[in-house]
């Protein structure tokens, strides 16, 4: 007989996953590329409109883009789930995705038991979590929190020279409207992010669950390298001002300067060549680091060193640097009593510090906020190596059933 209150599985994954797993593909990459407010992260809003609704939920969008779906009526102190939607380009089928999945597979869950919630509750999807189109990370739950400001948030271009503000009034967004929004933080009552794990922590502890402890501080800086351009035959080596060579040197000093300090990651992932021609000497070349460490000051120390060196680099080859700080999120520490009584609802699960960026981490400072890990037994993430068993993915949905039973 068929168990209606557990979750529900097709092919070998959690059914919402099976739901949109052909959505984004990235045949390129590998893996998935879903942008904020583009084809395949369009597709997967209006999938979870249309699932929520199904379950009788009550969906709207905020001022900022994100996405509510209410279960009963709106209200304040609400216990509100979810996550993101939206991928690094190439990346992995679970970061993002298995926390919505997992909120409205547990409200379904209790619904089938014919739970009644006795204050508010809602599953949220937050806009632009990874900042792979505009740059800035969980930029959806910055601006309703008012981490960044409207103006900033509005000024920010796409790599096809789309402003925030364009891509938000073309999907019905008002940019006028962009910031802080004061009515939604006041009916958060608390948050809970279930995240695929992103690292290793859950296979050495040879546990499927955990929660968090904390987030590591992290920012993303760009380093602008200057030089001359010119053609690539007709110009003597010993002639030329290639700010392509600063910037390699700059990247070699990067990794160093971080493989000297025990808890530091530095990680450079993009570049950008003026003009990006194969026989022309750039003019320019944009180098984009992503920078972390257990504590603030870390960081700091650590992005001081590195634009030291990038200075040498750029000098050593007549060419000029400049640096500019995108995103910083100083260190995040999860609210005890939240986590203690969610490693207690989960049986003693681990509690485990991440070294990943998380809208639960903005929200953090804000109200109550916790996460749950579920295990990636690959290790890996933001690749298409990223996993998790169906046996975890459903011991998470549980633990979120759980949880919302006893909050709710």
């Known amino acids: 007989m068929t168990n209606l209150a557990a979750p529900a599985v097709a092919h070998g994954r959690l059914a919402g996953l099976d739901d949109i797993v052909g959505i984004g593909r990235d045949a390129r990459r590998g893996g998935y590329s879903r942008h904020v407010w583009q084809g395949a992260e369009l597709e997967l809003r209006a999938w979870f409109m249309e699932r929520a609704a199904g379950l009788g939920l009550d969906v709207e969008v905020d001022r900022n883009g994100n996405l509510w779906a209410w279960w009963g009526a709106r209200g304040a102190d609400a216990v509100v789930v979810g996550s993101h939607l939206d991928s690094v380009p190439g990346g992995g089928e679970f970061d993002g995705p298995l926390g919505v999945v997992s909120a409205l597979d547990a409200i379904a869950m209790l619904q089938v038991e014919g739970f009644v919630p006795s204050r508010p509750c809602a599953v949220i999807v937050f806009a632009e979590e990874e900042g792979s189109r505009f ?115 700059a990247i070699v000093a990067i990794r160093e300067a971080a493989a000297a300090r025990a808890d530091d990651r530095a990680t450079v992932g993009r570049m950008e060549a003026v003009p990006g021609g194969t026989n022309v000497i750039p003019s320019r070349v944009s180098v984009w680091l992503d920078a972390r460490s257990q504590e603030d000051s870390d960081i700091r120390a650590l992005v001081g060193e590195i634009t030291e060196r990038a200075t040498e680099a750029a000098t050593a080859e007549d ?90």
């Open 135 to 249: 740059g800035v990370a969980c930029l959806g739950s910055r601006l309703m929190t008012g981490a960044i400001s409207a103006d900033r948030a509005r000024s920010l271009v796409d790599a096809d020279g789309v402003s925030f503000a364009e891509a938000a009034d073309a999907n019905g967004v008002s940019s006028r409207h962009l910031g802080v929004d004061r009515d939604a933080m006041r009916r958060i009552g608390l948050f809970i992010e279930l995240h695929v794990e992103q690292g290793r922590g859950l296979i050495d502890l040879d546990s499927p669950l955990a929660v968090a402890s904390s987030i590591l501080a992290h920012g993303r800086w760009r380093f602008d390298f200057a030089g001359e351009g010119n053609h690539a035959g007709a110009t003597r080596m010993r002639d030329r001002r290639d700010p392509m060579v600063a910037a390699a040197r």
């Open 319 to 408: 060419c000029f640097v400049t640096v500019t700080e995108e995103s910083w999120s100083g260190r995040v520490s999860f609210d005890t009593a939240l986590r203690d009584r969610l490693v207690a609802g989960l049986g003693g699960v681990p509690v485990l510090p991440t070294g990943a960026g998380h809208d639960a981490g903005v929200l953090a400072s804000r109200v109550p906020t916790a996460m749950v890990f579920v295990r990636n037994p690959s290790g890996v993430s933001h690749s298409p190596e990223e996993h998790a068993t169906l046996d975890d993915c459903i011991a998470g949905v549980r633990a979120l059933e759980g949880i919302l039973r006893g909050l709710l």
